[in-house]
Nanobody
Framework: QVQLVESGGGLVQPGGSLRLSCAAS????????MGWYRQAPGKQRELVAT???????NYADSLKGRFTISRDNAKNTMYLQMNSLKPEDTAVYYC?????????????WGQGTQVTVSS
């Protein structure tokens, strides 16, 4: 089992910045992928960005250039730096951890953290 704790959400004005954190604990495998997803009211959950254990990253096309994903493997922590925030970025942001072990994968989700962009 892997436990995920997100932090860093809140209320920010348009054009502002926030940094989200996701701390993982428990059975952390060396082969894994961490990611951020978000879900706005009335919409499906969507990919924000992912980062694998080696540091390779992938972003939703619409968010490239404003959001930056990173991780500190020594701390088992992932970050999401969000700049130039827009009202449409308002959503619950979820952390996801995928472990790869003996030919199978296991997905774990955090509880989510609310990000509200409003003046």
């Amino acid at each position: 089992q892997v436990q995920l704790v997100e932090s860093g959400g809140g209320l920010v004005q348009p054009g502002g910045s926030l940094r989200l954190s996701c701390a993982a604990s428990g059975s952390i495998t060396s082969s894994n992928v961490m990611g951020w997803y978000r879900q706005a009211p009335g919409k499906q959950r969507e990919l924000v960005a992912t980062i694998i254990d080696s540091g390779f990253t992938n972003y939703a096309d619409s968010l490239k250039g404003r959001f930056t994903i990173s991780r500190d493997n020594a701390k088992n922590t992932m970050y999401l730096q969000m700049n130039s925030l827009k009202p449409e970025d308002t959503a619950v942001y979820y952390c996801k951890f995928t472990s790869f072990y003996v030919g199978r994968h296991y997905d774990y989700w955090g509880q989510g953290t609310q990000v509200t962009v409003s003046s």
